[in-house]
């Protein structure tokens, strides 16, 4: 079972967690795809759809949209983010407290660690701090745990994965959001080596449908309790329908292919 600090945050001891932070991360470029979402209500209208159980945004999106739709959305209020723009070792800007989220009304929390970064001491020094206000005020905490910098010469390897599931539990994230491995295997072990932590899937870069879907039916068959995405959601000119897809396949675990004809046979 989930945490009780992070069960709104989830479903039926799944997640699925629509993550809309890119507008910091990546800038305008990931709005390209589909214009219509650089708009932030359209993600929040997106937040209200049976399938997403949190959405993830950070604080000024939040302060200037989540008012309208606390009664419909579970917020993930992200605590640090740092823009594309920034081009030195990999490092996070925490802007916004644990304290704050709670006074936002936020369910949980969301925090960026890269280990392996040369900044790895300062960032998880940061996380401690986010994650013991979280408790304080009965908020779910989320590790988006990224091991990479100068250090780490393949920060897609299996391997590297797996140790970044491991700081989620030893940091003391209740879900930790990891890249997928390239495998169900290396999935299940990143699974076993979390513990008690919850491990999430990376949505990643735009995929095709199927390819995408198995991915993710694959992480849930290893043990992921499900997901973050963004970019496999909004960027796609019918997000509604990959959500459709998503549902069954992270909920119901059902096969991706008869995911999808439930998703059409719904337009």
Avoid at 125 to 152: K, N, T
Avoid at 193 to 214: E, H, I
Avoid at 227 to 251: M, T, Y
Wanted: a negative charge; aromatic letters at 6%; charged letters at 25%.
């Amino acid at each position: 079972m989930l945490p009780s600090a992070a069960d709104e945050i989830s479903r039926d001891g799944k997640s699925l967690i629509l993550a809309y932070d890119h507008g910091l991360e990546h800038g305008p470029v990931d709005f390209e795809p589909n214009p219509a979402t650089a708009d932030p209500e359209r993600l929040f209208e997106l937040a209200t759809h049976s399938a997403v159980t949190a959405l993830a945004v950070q604080k000024g999106v939040a302060e200037a949209y989540y008012p309208d739709y606390a009664d419909e959305v579970n917020l993930l209020l992200k605590l640090n983010g740092t823009s594309n723009l920034w081009r030195g070792e990999p490092n996070s800007a925490v802007n916004c407290s644990a304290e704050y989220a709670a006074e936002l009304g936020a369910d949980a929390i969301g925090f960026t660690v890269y280990g392996g970064s040369n900044h790895e001491v300062e960032m998880a020094e940061e996380f401690r701090e986010a994650q013991e206000g979280a408790r304080e005020h009965d908020m779910g905490v989320v590790m988006w745990s990224y091991p990479r910098g100068q250090g780490l010469r393949n920060d897609g390897s299996p391997e590297v994965i797996c140790y970044g599931a491991r700081l989620g539990l030893e940091l003391g994230a209740d879900l930790v959001k990891v890249k997928y491995p390239g495998s169900a295997e290396a999935m299940g072990e990143a699974v076993r080596m979390a513990g008690p932590t919850q491990v999430v899937m990376s949505g990643g870069t735009m995929r095709d449908d199927k390819a995408f879907l198995r991915n993710v039916a694959d992480a849930i068959d290893a043990g992921a309790t499900g997901l973050a995405v963004g970019r496999n959601v909004f960027q796609r000119d019918d997000p509604e329908r990959i959500l459709d897809a998503l549902e069954a396949v992270v909920f119901q675990e059902v096969d991706p292919a008869e995911a999808l004809a439930i998703a059409e046979s719904d337009d």
